[in-house]
């Protein structure tokens, strides 16, 4: 199995990044081969908002040669982080271009669980489960919420990278 993880956070010493290394080092004994894309790492063309299209032609390969998809990044009030709108819309564009594929989101919260799922609705992760990634065909899409990471303790966001680790062990 090819897994691809999609790093959305712009911020590289995250939880979300860090979750995201953890997912991989696991990952790597368990799947066949395992890519990485981080977005605010790609390249943007200096005229536009648009990110290089060389960039894209790659992310668009490695997005088509994997079975399983790993999306991690925080949701934020706001919605995407800095680019990753963007890089929806020029790679998810298109109704069914991923079917069959199969995806784990994986993500934090700037606010307390309870408020975000019941007030909110989870709208950033419907966003992306419903929105982004069923349209375009991923209909197995499972969701990981490491919860309300501004009061977590060192020791407990080691138990949420522990958790995160055991998922890429087992590819899930």
């Known amino acids: 199995m090819n897994v691809l993880i999609i790093n959305g956070?712009?911020?590289?010493e995250s939880l979300e990044t860090s979750a995201a290394i953890a997912y991989r080092q696991a990952a790597e004994?368990?799947?066949d081969r395992v890519d990485e894309i981080t977005i605010s790492?790609?390249?943007r063309a200096p005229e536009s908002r648009n990110f290089d299209s060389d960039e894209l032609a790659e992310a668009r390969k490695k997005i088509e040669?994997?079975?399983?998809?790993?999306?991690?990044?925080?949701?934020?009030?706001?919605?995407?982080p800095g680019g990753t709108s963007v890089f929806v819309q020029m790679l998810f564009n298109q109704k069914k271009i991923y079917k069959g594929k199969t995806a784990r989101i994986i993500t934090t919260m700037e606010e307390k669980g309870w408020k975000y799922r019941w007030l909110k609705g989870r709208w950033l992760v419907n966003k992306l489960k419903?929105?982004?990634?069923?349209?375009t065909g991923i209909y197995s899409v499972k969701v990981m919420n490491l919860g309300y990471i501004k009061e977590a303790k060192d020791e407990e966001q080691s138990e949420l990278l522990r958790k995160v680790a055991s998922l890429g062990r087992?590819?899930?």
């Open 29 to 31: 004994h368990a799947a």
């Open 41 to 43: 790492e790609l390249n």
């Open 170 to 172: 087992e590819l899930g």
């Open 130 to 135: 419903k929105g982004v990634l069923e349209k």
């Open 9 to 12: 956070d712009p911020d590289r």
């Open 65 to 80: 040669a994997a079975h399983h998809l790993v999306w991690v990044q925080p949701s934020l009030k706001a919605g995407f």
